[in-house]
């Protein structure tokens, strides 16, 4: 049982663009939903976090959208750059209510110079 | 600053070997974590510990048995290895409950033939 659904599963972007990554969760006890960044051959790195009682979180070029009627949430990374390119990993939990953090599938994203 | 630290970084394991992946963290945390990583699968949790002397199970936990006998120390053992566990491991490490940040290790790439 997959809880949290993450697309797209790869993206491309041109540089300077904005990419996209899109989640979904069924369980409403989740409450804390962080993302990471990967990249190849390194362990995933905490990127950006949000709690459900704020709709958007932005850090830098970084931004969390967040639609708890529609349990969705998303990651914008504008002015998309190269060296952004890596695995980007949603992830859910119940906070302070649950010792687990689950992930998403992944998201591989690739800017072209 | 070492963070977390695993060992090893690789190892090829014939079906039926046992082996053991530690993990160290030299943050003090309270909560370790063991995921593997497969393409197109994410990351899943297998066991956590949510101090020293406890274990628990996550969502993969079959064919793994871990133990938790210093704080500082997390070790993740396969009894008889199968191709099924060929898979990137991680260990992570959090000072928080359900919302801390996870720093994770840089993998331990294990191959079953």
């Known amino acids: 049982q997959q809880q949290v659904k993450q697309s797209p599963q790869s993206l491309i972007v041109q540089k300077g663009g904005i990419s996209i990554i899109n989640c979904a969760y069924e369980?409403?006890?989740?409450?804390?939903f962080p993302w990471y960044q990967q990249f190849p051959g390194k362990g995933p790195a905490l990127l950006i976090a949000i709690r459900p009682d704020v709709s958007e979180k932005k850090e830098g070029r970084f931004t969390i959208s967040f639609n708890k009627s529609a349990k969705q949430f998303s990651l914008h990374i504008m002015d998309s750059q190269p060296g952004d390119s890596a695995t980007y990993f949603c992830?859910?939990?119940?906070?302070?209510?649950?010792?687990?953090?689950?992930f998403g599938k992944g998201t591989r994203l690739h800017i072209l110079p | 600053n070492a963070g977390v630290t695993q060992t090893p970084k690789f190892r090829v394991l014939k079906t039926g070997q046992s082996m053991t992946l530690l993990c160290a963290q030299d943050?003090?945390?309270?909560?370790m974590y063991w995921y593997r990583q497969d393409p197109g699968m994410g990351l899943r949790l297998i066991h956590y510990s949510v101090g020293e002397g406890t274990t628990a199970k996550g969502e993969v936990p079959d064919g793994y048995n871990v133990s938790r006998l210093k704080k500082q120390n997390f070790l993740l053992g396969l009894e008889s290895a199968a191709p099924s566990q060929t898979s990137v491991y991680f260990c992570?490490?959090?000072?928080?409950?359900?919302?801390?940040?996870?720093?994770f290790g840089e993998g331990s790439r294990l191959t079953v033939l």
């Open positions: 369980n409403t006890a989740f409450d804390y």
């Open positions: 992830a859910a939990s119940k906070g302070n209510r649950d010792d687990k953090i689950i």
């Open positions: 992570a490490s959090s000072y928080r409950r359900g919302t801390g940040e996870l720093f």
């Open positions: 943050m003090n945390h309270e909560y």
